[in-house]
């Protein structure tokens, strides 16, 4: 059976491709035996394709490359911003500690000591602390971003 160029070339990126039938495979295979015109035009898809892939790869980083950048000063950012929302909440409950505190009945102790219901001195303490804590690290940071 005699099979036109035209069949072929319908089949090549198929063929090319390797999802055709073993049947279309062979079909392909014999005819390409014997027909430089068809070879020409596989190998021609062979250098299309592993080309114009190379080239996407390499537009592709391009492409990437401010997003790359973006996505770094990103993180940076998002560090610091996690920093300074920190270091708003700790103050913020301080504040808030030291408000309650002072609003909430404590009294001393005939034996001297503080009563008081919730703690709030230790928490007020506590916060301050994880305040100046995000403080220092956001100065830190800044420093480390000031001389990279
Ligand atoms: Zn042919």
């Known amino acids: 059976m005699k099979i036109s160029c035209n069949v072929i070339k319908d089949l090549l990126p198929l063929y090319h491709d390797d999802i055709c039938s073993e049947d279309s495979r062979l079909l392909v295979d014999e005819h390409l035996k014997h027909c430089e015109v068809c070879k020409q035009e596989l190998k021609q898809y062979d250098t299309d394709f592993n080309g114009g892939l190379q080239m996407n790869t390499t537009a592709n980083i391009d492409e990437a490359r401010p997003l790359?950048?973006?996505?770094?000063?990103?993180?940076?950012?998002?560090?610091?911003?996690?920093?300074?929302?920190?270091?708003?909440?700790?103050?913020?409950?301080s504040t808030l500690c030291i408000i309650a505190y002072n609003a909430s009945g404590v009294y001393v102790a005939p034996d001297g000591t503080l009563?008081?219901?919730?703690?709030?001195?230790?928490l007020a303490f506590l916060f301050a602390f994880i305040f100046m804590?995000?403080?220092?690290?956001?100065?830190?940071?800044?420093?480390i971003r000031k001389f990279k």
Do not use: C, Q, T, Y
């Open 133 to 143: 804590i995000s403080v220092s690290s956001l100065g830190v940071l800044g420093l």
């Open 68 to 93: 790359l950048a973006l996505s770094k000063a990103w993180k940076r950012d998002r560090k610091s911003a996690f920093l300074k929302g920190v270091s708003l909440i700790s103050i913020l409950g």
């Open 115 to 122: 009563v008081e219901a919730f703690g709030f001195i230790p």
